[in-house]
């Protein structure tokens, strides 16, 4: 039994032959994150059922959103993703003005345009549930 303790200890497994950066995995993280805080989750489970509802606004039906909370059509969830993706983009060029101190006009222009692109995601976000009545 010792003999094949060892053997086992000195048995080498092959590694992941890809090494994926850090920064590559940050993206893919915030991605998915993304993609399932805006509702891509409940989209796929829906078209899979044949029931995704994805409405166009008309001169008679000018809504693109369904009312109450149990709901969503497929335009809610992209717009939210698309207010979510602007939100981190803001978040992303304010932390890139730490970034640039040596350079003081160039600092504060990033960190105006990220301030400005989270202020917009985020009335945006509020505006839909709004509309949604919560």
Do not use: H
Not at 58 to 86: C, H, K, V, W
Not at 104 to 125: D, F, K, N, Q, S
């Amino acid at each position: 039994m010792p003999r094949l303790l060892d053997r086992l200890k000195e048995l080498r497994f092959p590694g992941p032959s890809i090494k994926l950066s850090t920064s590559i995995i940050v993206v893919l993280v915030v991605a998915l994150s993304i993609f399932i805080l805006g509702g891509g989750v409940y989209d796929i489970i829906m078209a899979r059922q044949g029931e995704l509802i994805a409405l166009l606004p008309t001169p008679s039906y000018p809504r693109f959103y369904y009312q109450g909370m149990t709901d969503q059509t497929f335009n809610e969830s992209a717009y939210f993703i698309i207010f979510l993706i602007i939100g981190v983009s803001g978040g992303y060029i304010s932390f890139i003005s730490s970034r640039r101190a040596y350079r003081p006009r160039e600092a504060r222009m990033y960190l105006m345009i990220g301030i400005a692109m989270m202020v917009v995601a985020t009335i945006g976000c509020e505006v839909i549930l709004t509309w949604k009545g919560v």
